[in-house]
Nanobody
Framework: HVQLVESGGGSVQAGGSLRLSCAAS????????MGWFRQAPGKEREGVAS???????SYADSVKGRFTIAQDNSRNTVYLQMNSLKPDDTAMYYC?????????????????WGQGTQVTVS
């Protein structure tokens, strides 16, 4: 099993930036994909970005060109750089892991989840 711990959330004004981090408790599996998801009050959880073992990335249309996902395997950490933030980006952000290389932005495809970090954009 693996534990995921997010950090880096906070409050920021529209147009600002934040960088979220997700630290895993163990070194990467031979096959995996890490994803960032978010959930706003009253809304379903939605996929934001994912990155697999080979560095292949995918993004939701709503964040393309503004968010960047990256990984540092030496630190067992995945990052989400968020620029040009909008009030609509306000949500709890979660990182998750699936033990397959194929990318996915569907929450149901992920079996391991962190506890989340709050992002508020005003």
């Amino acid at each position: 099993h693996v534990q995921l711990v997010e950090s880096g959330g906070g409050s920021v004004q529209a147009g600002g930036s934040l960088r979220l981090s997700c630290a895993a408790s163990r070194s990467p599996y031979s096959s995996y994909c890490m994803g960032w998801f978010r959930q706003a009050p009253g809304k379903e959880r939605e996929g934001v970005a994912s990155i697999n073992r080979d560095g292949v990335t995918s993004y939701a249309d709503s964040v393309k060109g503004r968010f960047t996902i990256a990984q540092d395997n030496s630190r067992n950490t995945v990052y989400l750089q968020m620029n040009s933030l909008k009030p609509d980006d306000t949500a709890m952000y979660y990182c998750a892991l699936r033990r397959f290389d194929s990318w996915s932005l569907r929450p149901k495809d992920y079996g391991y989840w962190g506890q989340g970090t709050q992002v508020t954009v005003s």
